[in-house]
């Protein structure tokens, strides 16, 4: 659905038109921008909260720098939106994170205006220093790098180490901290707690106002005077606070907190610190949901809250005439509760995605056992390992791309020492609409190549259950269990509890001709594929291997035994994955046969809606039946289904 943008906000095509309105403009073109996010979201879905948060930032970094020349990097990127509306997408904003529109994040390949391509947090500083040592070695003085982070993001590990390299750098860097006190969730930790202490400092924020504007005018009458400005304003600092600040002692010049809805003081300050020498962190207080009152009340559930009325701001949901299954996540969160409640050594723990992946059940119901750490998954994953060595069973909730950036801790700290770790991945193969930086096209391969590991994936709410309870159990050692993103396949899914014996597949159907070997929720697709099928003639045999390691030696023994044309199908990369895995076997066993992989293939997926993207992969069930055909199965019309 296409919206109409306000006037002003019609006009603006890129910054340079922006630039050519007045400073006392501005304000309207925030409420017009910030408008038409609204509307336009609401209609099409999409993150909400963020973007509204920074629209009054946005608007004046794009009035006061002169991108793309300038660097302006988003950390994140749900917080964009606003930027692609003044960067030349404001007409095709309605197809955002819609198949075959633009993505829903920055992207180098959509715009010279998006520097960096983001999708996980806290990247941004590393990117903008990286960015600005190489004008600076090639000569680039005048060009502006700025990385807008948000105080969520600033919790990750990579974050600190980029603040650390940077301080040692004479580059032009500013780092823009915006601080709502929210990622996705509340943000936590000893962070969070110091920059409340700063907001709060009433001494401190009367002191702050324009030092600055200050600052410049020194360093234009000499480098002595600045030196010295400098010293003054980190002993005020320091004694106003009663602490050192954590920036300065990086060596950043900070300044804030300031007001980040005021966009003609935000105006100003930019000016200002865009001739202030060196790295430099402008601390900014704004609200996330800025300008619609619900979502400023409760952030988490207005993050991304699908299509909505924008009038009453009721949620628009299908409307269903019987139960309907449940999300994956949230049999994990009432799994995990159910175990805990018979195993008291069972602990929880999530990076910073307690409600995304439903642990936010445990923390309310069990609150000292379960844990969210922040954006920092690698210290999740030993922090983990710490409560395994001590006879404790983490099950640490992870999405699986971001289970990426543990990887070492994974091999390092958990498998080598075989510790009881039990790592959920969730929204596993196809994410849907958040694009190629949020798929977990890769997991099983990268997690069935490391020794000690139990790896694999239930294909409905009832085996997700069993293999949690598999994976608690004594001397199980690491574990992975990976399953997708949204709804399940079965209304009665709390059934009772059963263990599932490692490495063990089942047969779901007998067949004739092909075998179709499937592991996880994608084998509902074969069912589907396998059920029409029969009513045409053709009786494929399929298996679920449930394991990808230890594989069912046993099964496939069988399976080479019997069928001559095999079928392998997964929600995941085809490159190393469990095609890969079966043909490892058949090699190995002096085995000979047509074996055809169907999975995520060796290129980067964009956006869409899942059933659309396992469609252009080729393993939806209609791609399925497809390949049934190719392989060569022969129509038995004597049995055909009547």
């Not at 990117?127 to 969520?152: C, F, N, P």
């Not at 707690?193 to 401190?204: Q, V």
């Not at 009786?539 to 044309?565: I, S």
């Not at 890969?580 to 999975?599: I, K, P």
Request: charged share 20%; with cysteine; proline share 5%.
């Amino acid at each position: 659905m296409q919206v109409t943008a306000g006037d002003l906000l019609q006009k603006i095509n890129y910054p340079s038109d922006l630039k050519q309105l007045t400073e006392d403009q501005l304000e309207q073109v925030c409420q017009e921008l910030r408008q038409y996010i609204i509307d336009v979201v609401s209609v099409n879905g999409g993150h909400f909260a963020a973007s509204l948060g920074v629209v009054e930032l946005t608007v004046a970094l794009h009035y006061i720098l002169n991108t793309p020349y300038d660097q302006l990097v988003w950390d994140v990127g749900h917080q964009a939106y606003g930027h692609k509306i003044l960067t030349g997408r404001r007409d095709v904003f309605h197809t955002n994170r819609i198949y075959g529109g633009i993505s829903g994040f920055p992207k180098r390949a959509e715009s010279e205006y998006d520097t960096f391509g983001v999708g996980h947090s806290s990247t941004s500083i590393s990117v903008a220093l990286g960015m600005a040592v190489a004008s600076q070695y090639k000569g680039e003085t005048d060009r502006q790098h700025v990385a807008v982070i948000g105080d969520g993001a600033m919790t990750a590990g990579i974050a600190f180490e980029a603040l650390n390299h940077a301080g040692i750098e004479n580059s032009n860097l500013l780092v823009i901290l915006n601080d709502n006190n929210m990622s996705i969730d509340p943000n936590v930790g000893a962070l969070k707690e110091y920059l409340t202490d700063i907001t709060t400092s009433k001494p401190y924020n009367r002191f702050r106002d324009d030092i600055a504007h200050v600052l410049t005018k020194l360093s234009a009458i000499g480098p002595d005077a600045f030196k010295i400005a400098k010293k003054i304003e980190k002993s005020i600092k320091g004694t106003l606070l009663k602490r050192s600040n954590f920036f300065e002692a990086l060596q950043f010049r900070y300044f804030g907190p300031i007001d980040g809805h005021d966009v003609k003081h935000l105006v100003k300050v930019l000016r200002d610190l865009r001739d202030i020498p060196g790295p430099k962190l402008l601390h900014c207080v704004t609200v996330k949901g800025k300008g619609y009152s619900l979502a400023e009340k409760d952030q988490t559930k207005w993050h991304a809250p699908g299509l909505f009325d924008k009038i009453t701001g009721e949620i628009k949901k299908s409307k269903a005439e019987k139960p309907q299954p449940p999300k994956y996540q949230d049999v994990f969160g009432h799994t995990i509760i159910e175990l805990a409640e018979l195993n008291p050594k069972i602990m929880g723990i999530t990076p910073a995605m307690p409600s995304g992946c439903s642990l936010n059940m445990m923390m309310k119901a069990m609150p000292n056992r379960a844990f969210d750490v922040g954006i920092a998954e690698q210290h999740a994953v030993t922090f983990s390992a710490g409560l395994a060595t001590q006879g404790l069973i983490p099950f640490c909730n992870i999405y699986s791309s971001f289970m990426q950036r543990a990887y070492d801790q994974v091999i390092h700290d958990v498998a080598i020492q075989k510790l009881n770790v039990i790592f959920c991945l969730d929204r596993a193969g196809i994410a849907g609409a958040d694009g190629p930086t949020h798929h977990g096209a890769y997991d099983l391969a990268y997690m069935r190549c490391i020794p000690n590991m139990t790896v694999s994936a239930p294909m409905n709410e009832e085996e997700l259950r069993n293999l949690m309870y598999t994976a608690q159990q004594d001397d199980m050692g690491p574990f992975v269990i990976r399953y997708p993103r949204g709804t399940g396949v079965m209304v009665d899914w709390q059934r009772p509890l059963k263990a599932i014996p490692v490495g063990k597949g089942h047969k779901i159907c007998d067949g004739e001709e092909v075998a179709i070997l499937s592991i996880g929720t994608v084998g509902n697709e074969v069912i589907k594929a396998t059920t029409e099928l029969g009513n045409e003639g053709f009786y494929p045999a399929h298996y679920d291997l449930r394991f990808v390691k230890p594989l069912d030696e046993n099964l496939l023994h069988e399976v080479f035994k019997k069928f001559g044309k095999i079928i392998t199908v997964e929600d995941g990369c085809i490159e190393g994955g469990m095609g890969s895995a079966v043909l490892e076997f058949m090699a190995d066993n002096n085995y000979t046969a047509q074996v055809v992989r169907l999975g995520i293939p060796d290129r980067f997926i964009e956006h869409g809606e899942q059933p659309e993207l396992w469609a252009e992969c080729g393993y939806d069930a209609k791609s399925i039946m497809e390949e049934v055909k190719k392989i060569g199965i022969k129509r038995n019309p004597h049995t055909i289904a009547s």
